[in-house]
């Protein structure tokens, strides 16, 4: 009978170890996918971030393609009254 017990105790104490290796490797999982699922997290937020950046980006690259636009016609009309002014110049200079 002692032989009994001691198998009983013995199959009982693997199954105890079982169940604490099985806990040991849940409890790894568990933290090696909440590790993943907060560096999935914060990729995202890094991507939202990038993506404000790049809105903001093209947002100024038009800002300042209008103004390169005004600054050419402006230069454009600078050049055109120019030329007017050393024609007008040149021919007063001939008289």
């Known amino acids: 009978?002692?032989?009994?017990?001691?198998?009983?105790?013995?199959?009982?104490?693997?199954?105890?170890?079982?169940?604490?290796?099985?806990?040991?490797e849940n409890q790894a999982e568990l933290e090696e996918e909440t590790r993943l699922i907060n560096q999935v997290l914060e990729l995202q937020?890094?991507?939202?971030?990038?993506?404000?950046?790049?809105d903001a980006i093209k947002e100024?690259?038009?800002?300042?393609?209008?103004?390169n636009q005004i600054l050419g016609q402006y230069i454009e009309n600078l050049m055109l009254v120019s030329s007017v002014v050393q024609t007008t110049d040149s021919k007063s200079k001939r008289k």
Do not use: P
Request: hydrophobic share 30%; net charge negative.
């Open 1 to 24: 009978m002692n032989t009994e017990i001691d198998i009983t105790y013995e199959y009982y104490n693997n199954d105890n170890n079982n169940y604490l290796i099985c806990e040991l």
């Open 45 to 54: 937020h890094t991507v939202e971030d990038l993506s404000a950046r790049v």
């Open 60 to 67: 100024e690259n038009l800002k300042l393609k209008s103004e």
